[in-house]
């Protein structure tokens, strides 16, 4: 047969949904597996968002919507933006797609084709190089290591961009990193972008997991030039413990946002109709739900750091967002666990799952593979659990 196309050849499994399936595989062998893979609260969807689902199917809301989404749920979502945002958008320029990855992807699709350039700073979170390549532009990867928070500076993105660059990407709070930027640094990297007619892809799906008092920063908010610019990513999964129910969205531009719909009622028609309407109520509900489970990832946090910074082989900051620690773990190369020999953050976590049922993510897909990423997003128990399995297996090797 002739080979597949280009995309078709390079595509590659998300490396975080790779291992959350390895451990899954482990566990239904009935192994032991403390699961610090995957970035989804392990909280269940709050009920007032499972009733208004279930009002929607009572009601007969089965049919397709609108491609770009119900009139209905982009009516919420520019309130919640004028609300907790400092946006104003006019429904024309929201699109609802199935989950934010889906919505990045279509974004993707509609700024980078061949012979674009995307500066995505390092570590990123691992679908953007992919949604990229698959648009068939190029990224560029811009890093910024744990010495500096693991945030770019402006004159770092200065010098990425060149005549090709078409946008450039955001994502404070970062996965895997946890980096929060202040409204400064924002300020003077989106100015950069903003003066030379290049997008900004803003994802903010992890902007209420802060901790410690900063503030989440939507660049769009900048003025009305950034608004002209940046197209602002986010979705219900992490907020509303809604992972599987697949609601993103995007606010920008209206071409692009209307190009983006486009595309989408060519592709997948539209999202689903009753997690459309969850969604809403999600949006404009009680945010009593989401105080309380940042609350608790918070605790999580600071257990997790200080277990892992106490085994002396990994160090990191407390992480000021999302829900992830991104350890350095490269005191442990060239070393021996388990009997196994580690040379890199692969290795590492394959001797982690193998030998002491712990599943995390290597950091090189991530661009960082002097770090590991440990998902917090689990219950305490197996945080205390899967910490002293990790500790037991590396004790000796500091
Ligand atoms: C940085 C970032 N953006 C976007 C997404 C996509 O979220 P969803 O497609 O569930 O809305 C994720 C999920 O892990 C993420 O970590």
New binding site residues.
């Given amino acids: 047969m002739k080979p597949l196309s280009e995309t078709g050849r390079l595509v590659a499994d998300s490396p ?1 949904l790779a291992m959350g399936a390895r451990l899954k595989k482990l566990k239904s062998e009935g192994k032991t597996v403390y699961d610090f893979t995957v ?1 989804q609260p392990d909280f269940d969807t709050p009920e007032h968002i499972k009733q208004a689902a279930i009002e929607a199917l009572k009601k007969g809301e089965t049919g397709y919507t609108p491609a770009a989404g119900m009139p209905d749920l982009k009516k919420a979502i520019a309130a919640k933006f004028k609300k907790e945002n400092g946006i104003d958008y006019s429904p024309d320029q929201i699109f609802v797609s199935n ?4 919505t ?1 992807y279509h974004v993707f699709q509609m700024l980078a084709g061949p012979g674009d350039e995307v500066i995505i700073p390092a570590p990123y ?1 691992v ?1 953007y190089s992919e949604q990229v390549q698959m648009a068939g532009g190029t990224s560029v990867l811009v890093k910024a290591g744990s010495e500096q928070g693991f945030r770019v500076t402006a004159a770092q993105i200065e010098a990425a961009i060149t005549n090709r660059t078409k946008a450039l990407l955001v ?1 404070s709070p ?2 895997p990193t946890g980096a929060v930027y202040t409204e400064q640094e924002l300020r003077d990297i989106c100015e950069l972008a903003v003066s030379r007619g290049i997008y900004i892809v803003s ?1 903010e ?2 902007e209420h997991f802060i901790y410690g008092g900063q503030k989440a920063v939507s660049p769009a908010a900048f003025g009305p030039a950034y608004k002209d610019a940046v197209i602002t ?1 986010n ?1 219900v ?2 907020t509303y413990a809604m ?1 599987g129910w ?1 609601i ?1 969205y995007a606010a920008g531009p209206v071409n692009v946002i209307r190009q983006a719909g486009f595309a989408q009622s060519n592709a997948t028609g539209c999202p689903c109709s009753i997690s459309q309407r969850a969604a809403q109520a999600a949006i404009l509900g009680d945010q009593t739900c989401v105080a309380n489970m940042v609350a608790e990832f918070d605790k999580r946090r600071i257990y997790m750091t200080e277990r892992l910074n106490a085994m002396k082989v990994f160090s990191c900051d407390p992480p000021a967002g999302a829900f992830y620690c991104f350890p350095r773990c490269d005191a442990l190369y060239g070393k021996r666990i388990g009997g196994v020999m580690v040379e890199n953050s692969t290795a590492l976590c394959e001797a982690l799952l193998d030998k002491a049922g712990v599943g995390c993510v290597q950091g090189g897909p991530f661009g960082a593979d002097e770090c590991i990423r440990f998902s917090y997003a689990t219950g305490m128990e197996t945080i205390r659990k899967g910490m002293d399995a990790v500790e037991a297996l590396v004790k000796g090797t500091a």
């Fill in positions: 975080t970035g989950g934010a990855k889906h990045l979170w679908s994502n970062s996965n994802d799906i992890y990513v979705g999964s992490k992972t697949r993103g």
